[in-house]
C-alpha cells in the first residue's frame, strides 16, 4: 500500500523558517518524480514544487522561488521541503504528492504562519 | 503559464441525473490534464488523467473528455458518495496549476 506521511509542520512567525518531511513507503521511491502541494484553509489548491528521481530537474512556483527549497533522500525513501522567510500567506496544508501527474496524496501537514 | 477556469463554481443536484464540469485553459495543454476529488478533510484523489484516461479502481460513471483548451468531467448517474470538490489540473508545463474547484452538492 502506497503511504505519504508528512510531518515537521506548526506555528512559525513570520520570517521564521521550517523544514517539511514526507516518508514514503509501499512503492518504489526511486521511480517517481515527487512534488508539494499547497491548500489554504477552505480555498483551492496550489502546486508549490517537484523534484525529478535523482533530483536533475527542480521546479518552483514563482511564489516560493528563492525562499523554499525542495530536495529528496532516495537512500532514505524520503521528501523534504525547506521553507525560509516565510510570510502569512504562506499558511496552508501542504501535500507530499506523488508522481507526474500527481496520483497519491499523503495526509497532509498544516504550517500556519502568524506572530 | 497556463491559467485553469473551472465551471460551475457549485453545483446542486438530484442522485441519478448527469452531471458535467467543464475548464478551459488559456492556452492548449494537448491532453495533458487530470481531475480530482476532494471529500471534506479529506485529501485529493486522482480521477482521471490525460483529459479522458481512467485511474485504476475510480467508478465507470466518471468519464473525462477534451483536448486543447477545453475539457469535461461527466458523472453519468450521480450518487451520495459524489458529494465533494472536483478539480482540474493541467500538467503540461510548469507551473502546474488547478482551476478553482467545483463543488458538487446532493439535493
Known amino acids: 500500500e502506497v503511504q505519504l506521511v508528512e510531518s515537521g509542520g506548526g506555528l512559525v512567525k513570520p520570517g521564521g523558517s521550517l523544514r517539511l518531511s514526507c516518508a514514503a513507503s509501499?512503492?518504489?521511491?526511486?521511480?517517481?518524480?515527487m512534488n508539494w502541494v499547497r491548500q489554504t484553509p477552505g480555498k483551492g489548491l496550489e502546486w508549490v514544487s517537484s523534484?525529478?528521481?535523482?533530483?536533475?530537474?527542480?521546479y518552483y512556483a514563482d511564489s516560493v522561488k528563492g525562499r523554499f527549497t525542495i530536495s529528496r533522500d532516495n537512500a532514505k525513501n524520503s521528501l523534504y521541503l525547506q521553507m525560509n522567510s516565510l510570510r502569512a500567506e504562506d499558511t496552508a496544508v501542504y501535500y507530499c504528492?506523488?508522481?507526474?501527474?500527481?496520483?497519491?496524496w499523503g495526509q497532509g501537514t498544516l504550517v500556519t504562519v502568524s506572530s | 503559464d497556463s491559467q485553469m477556469t473551472q465551471s460551475p463554481s457549485t453545483l446542486s443536484a438530484s442522485v441519478g441525473d448527469r452531471v458535467t464540469i467543464t475548464c478551459r485553459a488559456s492556452?492548449?495543454?494537448?491532453?495533458?490534464l487530470a481531475w480530482y476529488q476532494q471529500k471534506a478533510g479529506e485529501a485529493p484523489k486522482l480521477l482521471i488523467y490525460?483529459?479522458?484516461t481512467l485511474e485504476t479502481g475510480v467508478p465507470s460513471r466518471f468519464s473525462g473528455s477534451g483536448s486543447g483548451t477545453e475539457f469535461s468531467l461527466t458523472i453519468s448517474s450521480l450518487q451520495p458518495d459524489d458529494s465533494a470538490t472536483y478539480y482540474c489540473?493541467?500538467?503540461?508545463?510548469?507551473?502546474?496549476?488547478f482551476g478553482q474547484g467545483t463543488r458538487v452538492e446532493i439535493k
Open positions: 504528492a506523488r508522481g507526474h501527474p500527481v496520483d497519491y
Open positions: 509501499g512503492f518504489t521511491f526511486t521511480t517517481y518524480s
Open positions: 523534484i525529478s528521481t535523482t533530483s536533475d530537474y527542480i
Open positions: 492556452q492548449s495543454i494537448t491532453n495533458w
Open positions: 490525460k483529459a479522458s
Open positions: 489540473q493541467q500538467y503540461n508545463s510548469y507551473p502546474w496549476t
